[in-house]
């Protein structure tokens, strides 16, 4: 991919930053293993040989008739009838290093839940028997995918707004920066757990709800930065020469506001997982049984004689936000026109 000599710079300025570089390898390692969550941690086993044919549980649901069964229903291969019925057909299990899902119960435990870490349990299970590294991989995928939708979504409408409110000033930008001082007065955490309460909250309601109140941390950048590219000159003479007001904002003046829009956007990221988190801790973010951080938060609070759901909790989350930290910090100084 050709570069530009200023982003060239740029870019090797943020390589040259070896906190927010290796911040940033070690946030993409953790996102991609959580993206394959469900093969690395499922209650189904990913290959089973079955008189010399080979099936992927983990991907197609098979009925037990087809190894040896007598019901057409979903195999379950935790059961001591089947595993029978697959070893007398010469067959055998492979299963994830994770044997459990999110949602699984561990039938098995040698004490009561919340049991401690084991061979079996690596991090041990929470209180209703479910396996805490799964439900750890879940809820980090889940906590960065809505963080990233809600960003995307935030920076769109944020861009949009400042950019209207820059370029043509006057009333617009008046009204717009009245609505913004009043909207951002508001108390948003109140405010989200009360709409929240009115329904069974699910990803998209939640994303649509919080949604309306994120995307105010990027109008003022964005204004900031069009107000002052409606005055230069190569946009002025843009405008002489015939050049649109949407060509001029695209083409001139949004490729620069855009340089401080990225740096804003990974504390906007880390914001949005925070907030989400809260949500989760106090019951009002997503359904119940969803593998939240928050909710293992929440598990720790309420089972202090557990001190893993606490421990693991607290380094998830603090890895992450501070990843996110790192992250944005080298971005902002790779982009720092002062540099």
């Known amino acids: ?154 920076a769109l409408i944020g861009i949009a707004a400042g950019a209207l409110q820059g370029f043509y000033g006057g009333w617009i930008d008046l009204f717009g920066q009245r609505f913004v001082e009043i909207w951002s007065g508001l108390p948003v955490l109140f405010l989200l757990i009360i709409l929240a309460s009115f329904v069974q909250p699910s990803f998209g309601w939640l994303l649509g709800i919080m949604l309306l109140f994120f995307w105010m941390h990027v109008v003022d950048i964005v204004r900031i930065e069009f107000l002052r590219g409606r005055n230069l000159e190569y946009v002025r003479a843009a405008q002489a020469l015939g050049m649109g007001n949407l060509g001029v904002m695209l083409r001139h003046i949004l490729p620069n506001a855009m340089v401080s829009t990225l740096t804003c956007l990974p504390f906007l990221l880390t914001g949005a997982i925070g907030t989400l988190t809260a949500l989760d801790f106090l019951g009002f973010g997503l359904p119940a049984g969803s593998p939240s951080l928050g909710e293992l938060v929440a598990q720790g609070k309420a089972n202090l004689h557990a001190p893993w759901l606490g421990v693991t909790a607290f380094i998830t989350l603090s890895l992450l936000l501070t990843l996110l930290i790192f992250v944005g910090e080298a971005v902002r100084d790779a982009l720092d026109p002062r540099n």
């Open 1 to 154: 991919m050709n570069m530009s000599p200023l982003n060239r710079r740029r870019w090797l300025r943020f390589k040259g930053n070896r906190r927010g570089w290796h911040a940033l390898i070690l946030l993409a390692l953790l996102v991609f293993i959580s993206l394959n969550a469900d093969w690395l941690a499922s209650d189904k086993p990913l290959l089973v040989s079955y008189q010399g044919q080979w099936y992927f549980p983990a991907f197609e649901d098979y009925p037990e008739t087809v190894f040896g069964g007598e019901l057409p229903l979903p195999a379950n291969f935790r059961e001591h009838y089947l595993l029978e019925r697959i070893k007398a057909g010469n067959g055998q299990l492979y299963w994830p290093p994770i044997p459990f899902d999110y949602q699984s119960i561990n039938y098995q435990l040698p004490q009561p839940a919340p049991s401690p870490p084991s061979a079996r349990n690596w991090l041990g299970t929470d209180d209703q028997g479910r396996d805490v590294l799964a439900r750890v991989l879940y809820g980090f995928r889940l906590s960065v995918l809505f963080a990233l939708c809600l960003t995307f979504c935030s």
